[in-house]
């Protein structure tokens, strides 16, 4: 079965770290593009990061760039988010997925993994 | 870049077609034909239903259909079912390193 688990969400201080990570399984994952979507409470979707198959290249938008680092372990199947000085507005699920392959668009969803960042 | 730009609601009874707008710009949507429309129930999983403007994932039901026009694009929901109320979700490429995707402002779409 293709499946994307995410874990490591939880409760972090204002200017705190945090790591969230996704596990897939039932595809190949070392030539899978993946990503991080996050949803706020109450408000719509959001992309936050990608990387590509080979963890080469990595791509942030602006609201996170500099505090939010992706990587990637293809032997363990797995993608992370290392997250710094968290701020109230990191609040969100946070969705990992893969790019479909020779398209731009998300075709594998994991069910999130809550961050909330408050004192 | 901005969010694309969606109605906040959209409804219909049992057996209606809607149809959801998604405006852009000529940097994402108007460039690219990279849309993607996603559905997501509450406390579920965003799940892919068109990509690539008019593109349905094997196992979506022909009752969801996409296109665009210039900078918009939109998602037609055809004999619409009870399961169809859910948020929808629009998003474009935009090949850019600090955005390479943005999200429409999501609908809700209720069946009345």
């Known amino acids: 079965e293709v499946q994307l688990l995410e874990s490591g969400g939880g409760l972090e201080q204002p200017g705190g770290s945090l790591r969230v990570s996704c596990a897939a399984s039932?595809?190949?994952?070392?030539?899978?593009?993946m990503h991080w979507v996050r949803q706020a409470p109450g408000k719509g979707l959001e992309w936050v990061s990608g990387?590509?198959?080979?963890?080469?290249?990595?791509y942030y938008a602006d609201s996170v760039k500099g505090r939010f680092t992706i990587s990637r372990d293809n032997s363990k199947n797995s993608l992370y988010l290392q997250m710094n000085s968290l701020r109230p507005e990191d609040t969100a699920t946070y969705y990992c997925?893969?790019?479909?392959?020779?398209?731009?668009?998300?075709?594998?969803w994991g069910q999130g993994t809550m961050v909330i960042v408050s004192s | 870049q901005s969010a694309l730009t969606q109605p906040a609601s959209v409804s219909g009874s049992p057996g209606q077609s809607i149809s959801i707008s998604c405006t852009g710009t000529s940097s994402d949507v108007g460039r690219y034909n990279y849309v993607s429309w996603y559905q997501k129930h509450p406390g579920e999983a965003p799940k892919l239903i068109i990509y690539d403007v008019t593109n349905r994932p094997s196992g979506v039901s022909n009752r969801f259909s996409g296109s665009k026009s210039g900078n918009t694009a939109s998602l037609t929901i055809s004999g619409l079912q009870p399961e169809d109320e859910a948020d929808y979700y629009c998003?474009?490429?935009?090949?850019?390193?600090?955005?390479?995707?943005?999200f429409g402002t999501g609908t809700e779409v209720t069946v009345l």
């Open positions: 039932g595809f190949t994952f070392s030539s899978s593009a």
């Open positions: 997925a893969r790019r479909q392959p020779y398209s731009r668009t998300f075709d594998i």
């Open positions: 998003s474009s490429f935009t090949g850019t390193t600090t955005l390479q995707y943005v």
């Open positions: 990387v590509t198959y080979d963890g080469y290249d990595t």
